[in-house]
């Protein structure tokens, strides 16, 4: 063949591949492909996902929370803490600890569980503060409701801290291990 007539479809062919990786990663692309991770996370840890709140949970049940407007947010319980202790309320302060994890077949974890992880804990005014926790941290103290309670949830990037620091530019979902202190 004719290196001229050749040549200019080779020149071409960098603008096509970059427009086609243009074209898969959309927000909406991205989107998917998180549910697809958060489907395949439950699957690949044996995940039973329920839809109302049990009156004990089982080790692996983890309550769907699209029922209370928030998609792809998954809880569970793993200690109710002091039921004796005042449940919270909007305007409480909550001293939270927590772990948290990719949901990839190998986790990166980034840890705030200890003093040993961090000096301080994460601190928010229940239901007030969207700087200092995110939606998904809101809605699992919500459930949580005591003090001392621990939880795990599966939290999807629209839940997560999408307007600050690296989150805000990926659609990542993460795992959390949750415990929280009421403080008033």
Same mark, same amino acid.
């Given at each position: 063949?004719?290196?001229?007539?050749?040549?200019?479809?080779?020149?071409?062919?960098?603008?096509?591949?970059?427009?086609? &990786?243009?074209?898969?990663?959309?927000?909406?692309?991205?989107?998917?492909? #998180?549910?697809?991770?958060?489907?395949?996370?439950?699957?690949?840890?044996?995940?039973?996902?329920?839809? #109302? +709140?049990?009156?004990? =949970?089982? #080790?692996?049940?983890?309550?769907?929370? %699209?029922?209370?407007? /928030?998609?792809?947010?998954?809880?569970?319980? +793993?200690?109710?803490?002091?039921?004796?202790? #005042?449940?919270?309320?909007?305007?409480?302060?909550? +001293?939270?600890?927590?772990?948290?994890? %990719?949901?990839?077949?190998?986790?990166?974890?980034?840890?705030? =569980? %200890?003093?040993?992880?961090?000096?301080?804990? +994460? $601190?928010?005014?229940?239901?007030?503060?969207?700087?200092?926790?995110?939606?998904? =941290?809101?809605?699992?103290?919500?459930?949580?409701?005591?003090?001392?309670?621990?939880?795990?949830?599966?939290?999807?990037?629209?839940?997560?801290?999408?307007?600050?620091?690296? $989150?805000? &530019? %990926?659609?990542?979902?993460?795992? /959390?291990?949750?415990?929280?202190?009421?403080?008033?």
């Amino acid at each position: 063949m004719n290196m001229k007539k050749i040549l200019p479809f080779l020149a071409l062919l960098p603008i096509v591949i970059i427009a086609s &990786s243009c074209q898969s990663n959309t927000y909406a692309n991205q989107l998917k492909a #998180e549910k697809a991770l958060i489907a395949d996370y439950i699957k690949r840890n044996h995940i039973n996902v329920i839809h #109302e +709140v049990p009156d004990q =949970w089982g #080790e692996k049940d983890y309550l769907d929370m %699209t029922q209370f407007g /928030y998609d792809n947010l998954y809880f569970h319980l +793993v200690a109710q803490g002091d039921t004796a202790s #005042e449940a919270v309320t909007s305007g409480d302060k909550i +001293v939270l600890r927590y772990r948290r994890y %990719t949901l990839d077949l190998n986790p990166d974890t980034l840890s705030n =569980w %200890t003093t040993a992880d961090s000096g301080y804990p +994460v $601190e928010f005014t229940f239901l007030t503060d969207n700087v200092n926790a995110c939606q998904g =941290w809101h809605a699992a103290v919500l459930m949580m409701t005591y003090n001392g309670a621990e939880a795990k949830i599966i939290n999807p990037s629209k839940l997560g801290f999408s307007g600050t620091g690296q $989150e805000q &530019s %990926t659609v990542t979902p993460y795992g /959390y291990d949750l415990k929280i202190r009421i403080k008033r």
